[in-house]
């Protein structure tokens, strides 16, 4: 079960929110939750509110045990920017960008799975060993 939560119009540039993202995506709730709690960022506090969010709905709405959540992905994406302009000299203007980011957190319920690669020749040897296996338990009874 994939629980999703996300934040929007964070007044933070999504360039300097995806560093502290990057270190969180992998692990264990309870550890990312460590370490965003002693990381000095203000991305920090921002991607931890997000995150107990969605832990607080995986409990609530999905009846998960929060011990066992993973986060899947944690993605940073670029919001409206707010244009301002500065006076600069001679009459000139120079823009200003203030760049917001939406933060989006994905939790899974357990540690997701890695499929094992089958070979072509293990394969063919499972398909070969296959009937041997069953004439042998009919011989037996």
């Given at each position: 079960?994939?629980?999703?939560?996300t934040?929007?119009?964070?007044?933070l540039s999504?360039k300097k929110a995806r560093?502290?993202a990057?270190?969180?995506q992998g692990l264990?709730?309870?550890?990312a939750?460590?370490?965003?709690?002693?990381?000095?960022k203000?991305?920090?506090q921002l991607?931890?509110?997000?995150?107990?969010?969605?832990?607080?709905?995986?409990?609530?709405?999905f009846?998960?045990?929060a011990?066992?959540l993973?986060?899947?992905e944690?993605?940073i994406?670029?919001?409206p920017?707010?244009?301002?302009?500065?006076?600069?000299?001679?009459g000139?203007?120079?823009p200003?960008l203030k760049r917001?980011?939406h933060?989006?957190i994905?939790?899974?319920?357990?540690a997701p799975?890695?499929?094992k690669?089958v070979?072509r020749?293990a394969a063919?040897?499972?398909v070969?060993?296959?009937p041997?296996a069953?004439?042998?338990?009919t011989?037996?009874?």
């Open positions: 079960m994939e629980v999703k939560s934040t929007k119009f964070v007044r999504p560093d502290v990057r270190e969180i264990a709730v309870s550890s939750l460590d370490i965003l709690t002693f990381t000095p203000k991305a920090a991607i931890g509110k997000t995150l107990k969010t969605a832990i607080a709905d995986a409990e609530n709405n009846s998960l045990d011990a066992s993973v986060i899947k944690a993605v994406g670029a919001g920017t707010l244009r301002r302009f500065k006076p600069r000299a001679k000139s203007a120079g200003i917001t980011s933060i989006s994905t939790l899974v319920g357990s799975e890695k499929k690669k070979t020749k063919a040897k499972a070969e060993e296959a041997v069953a004439v042998a338990a011989e037996e009874a």
